[in-house]
């Protein structure tokens, strides 16, 4: 089996950054990054000690694999003009199957970090999941490989079960946060710091991941308490917006836990 | 200064439990759990080395406080039928105004852990926020040394932001735990384990720590990648309610967060 070595990152956002820098730590060279802006590429391939240019034209020919890290929409864009028939091709996308790279590349794959990256928060992969998929077992082979070497998930997913686990993904961590977002924005109208509601955060993840979030569920929804949602409603009466999250989502708690648990 | 010596409880629910066994453990005397039900009210006493009763009217005078952790229609029907004038009265309520005891009693406070109970998960309450507030400073000193007796962060919270605080904390932890149940249940549906989410969720809420969350939003929605968010919502077209959702809160974000950022 052909050994990774060499290994050219197509994108430099969150994901390129956090995927290029975990590898390039594990002890493999990477040879080149692309991306149409010419100073996220310098910034990524200077911190990874690679070249790095602006056009898939330019990719080298010498890479073992090719990670694609960009969003959807460019990952289109790269399998209608990236002729490499022969070199390994993976994305990174959660949201995108495999088959995309089907009668274009010989050896593809998906390599997805299931994680959120944030360029100004350098994670460790050791624990976050990798998603892995491939057209041949060969290939499979490799990515797994590739991925143990930085993380100690590596799990196989199909492209029908990472569109599920992304759209999870979203309601655990995106809209998640956006409920956090929403909390200090409250808190921050009254003159309220957002650290007093940090130990409330971490126990919420805690028992999240100590028992099944269903079964854990407390609130005024919850225990049916019209009256303290009513009361909330009003205080929200200038915050159309975050009346309305509050309306669907109370509405949606009290008909999942109906009958009323008091 | 009167010393707090002899403890009431009335409530034997999530709050009362951990309040109670916390100040057990600090060394007070709970002398007497009161429950309109039996069971409970005896499993608390049980665990607190207290007497119970289901009757407010057998309620102990020798009490020093008297702690109400009801639901807040039960802590009216007390106000209205609890005659004992002289005795410290708190409540631990996070949206019950002080002055629910106005006119009734002489010294009376709100005693608010802000935490997440849960029977099945004792906590230790060190780090939570114990907020309180008093009729006069004399009460308010009393329980400043009661919450530190409890817990390292005693903060003055006055009725107004308790109030917002109380619905802060409905976003940061009821429906944050509700969108990890819906991530739990889509997971399910496809033979996935929640697992494989657990280090994104302690990311997560270990960022909207370290920054703030309006600052760490990532996701279709703040990308504004409406491809991907209708996929989302066509694969929830047989769960309607998460469909519901996941609409409202993807547009919210993307009103918040535009004009967009690539």
Redesign the interface.
């Known amino acids: 089996m052909k050994e990774i070595n060499n290994i050219v990152l197509i994108g430099a956002g ?1 994901v390129a950054t956090s995927l290029s820098m975990a590898l390039h730590q594990a002890g493999k060279k990477i040879i080149q990054v692309i991306s149409r802006h010419t100073n996220t590429a310098r910034e990524l391939a200077e911190k990874v000690d690679a070249s790095f240019s602006t056009s898939i034209e330019e990719i080298k020919t010498t890479a073992d694999i090719i990670i694609c890290a960009v ?3 460019a990952l289109k864009e790269i399998t209608e003009n990236l002729k490499i028939k022969d070199t390994l091709i993976v994305h990174t996308s959660g ?1 995108v199957a495999l088959d995309i790279f089907e009668n274009k590349y010989t050896d593809y794959g998906v390599f997805y970090p ?5 360029k ?2 350098p ?1 460790t992969l050791n ?3 990798v998603c892995i998929e491939a057209n041949n077992q060969k290939t499979l082979k490799i990515l797994r490989e590739l991925g143990h070497l930085i993380s100690n ?1 590596v ?1 196989d ?1 199909n492209s ?2 990472r ?3 992304h ?21 921050k ?4 710091d ?1 650290k ?10 805690s ?8 079964e ?8 049916n ?1 019209i ?2 949602i009513s ?2 409603l009003e ?2 009466s200038n915050q159309r ?1 975050y009346q ?3 309306k ?2 109370s509405d ?2 009290r ?2 836990y109906k009958p009323n648990e ?1």
Chains 1, 2 share one sequence.
């Open positions: 969150n969003s959807d929409h949201s299931l994680q959120t990256f944030t100004s928060t994670i624990n976050v999941p998930n799990a997913i029908d079960e569109k599920y686990l759209l999870a993904a979203v309601f655990a961590c995106n809209y998640t946060n956006f409920m956090y977002a929403i909390a200090e924005d409250l808190l109208d009254h003159g309220l957002m007093i509601l940090h130990p409330l955060i971490e126990e919420t993840a028992k999240a991941i100590k028992y099944r979030p269903s854990v569920q407390t609130g005024p929804a919850k225990r308490d009256n303290t009361r909330h205080i929200l917006d309305e999250i509050y669907v989502l949606k708690i008909n999942k008091f």
